[in-house]
């Protein structure tokens, strides 16, 4: 296969699609994943000062029909759907031409899921995918009860009512969880995905672990995700994989310790929190999961930190990025919740670095439905005490 990269120099990809005046071409070998210069083809870049030159752009388009990759540092709407119909992938990066191969190669060579491909699977998850949001549906399993962090945000709660993260009607043992996976269905067939994401951290106790088991032996079809703060994740890709999960959330809201010291009050025994976020996420990608990373945005916090957060877990193999507006409580119920215009920004500058997710609801931890269209939380739990937050 060949892949084209937006260089100017031949060593950095540092070029938007539209200004670029030469693609490098590189091809990889199909089997054994060698590399080899090919050639450099020169382009005269239609877009110069605003101006959008057809004539040129569709030289452009046709110098790389070619290939199966293009890496560039932004490619308009317009030029992606083009690109996209000729079967060419757009992957905004930026870096050394070297380096940027070596991660295309380590991509390449992922083990594929077990039972269907990587892109159905995130083509089918509503909160991977922009296709999926409005059409499939998840299920949010209760079923972890405590957590390993202190973050100044959270507050987690147990009602009926509130729609964010954190909450929840109550606690559901492992062992229901199969019982409550079918009623689910039955309330809604178009469910794809069964998630675990609280209402405490995912992997501060084996209840997540336990219950995929359970879920991926009776549904093996349905995708698992699992949504973690990522302390306890480095050394659970393998077991995590052995369980059915095939995407994970990590949630990163800051990756220089000076500043996540202003949003998380208490790790447990003090581990460092940002290594293991990264390095957990580098695990679930080799082993070929798909990993997906939230980022709250906090006004005068992290909001300026957001395009470093996204390049860091970008090169750790994360594949895209969902910032998600505070909600101010606890510790920071007198901070104001980011504006439209700053979260764009905010998105704007991490997009530099790593595909954004903009179509992300506050779920709750029992959340049940296809998000944005069905919400079936309450029927799905009527009549059914559940356990409250104080075990685990």
Known sequence: MKIAFASNDGIYVSQHFGHARRFLIVEIDDVTHARRYLETRENDSPCKYGDHDEEKFNRSVELVADCKALFCVKAG???????????????????????LLDDYIRYLRRPPF????????????P????????????????????????CRFCKRARNTDEVRPGVAAGLLRPEEAVDTVRRALQLCPQIKVVGIAGPGDTLATDHALETFRLVHAAWPDLIKCLSTNGLDLPGKARELWDAGVRTVTVTVNAVDPGILGKIVSWVKDGRDLISAQLQGIRECVDIGMAVKVNTVLIPGINDTHVADIAKAVSEAGAARQNIIPLIPQNEFSDLPPPTCREIEKARQEAGKHIEQFRHCKHCRADACGIPGVSDLTKELYQGRELETFSHG
């Open 127 to 150: 909160c991977f995918s922009e296709k999926a949001h409005n059409r499939s549906g998840r299920l949010h399993l209760p079923v972890s009860p405590a957590c390993n962090i202190r």
């Open 114 to 125: 077990v039972g269907y491909k990587r892109r159905e699977v995130i083509d089918d998850h």
């Open 77 to 99: 709407s317009y030029a992606q759907v083009r690109l996209g119909r000729m079967g060419v992938q757009v992957i905004e990066k930026h870096g050394f031409i070297g380096e």
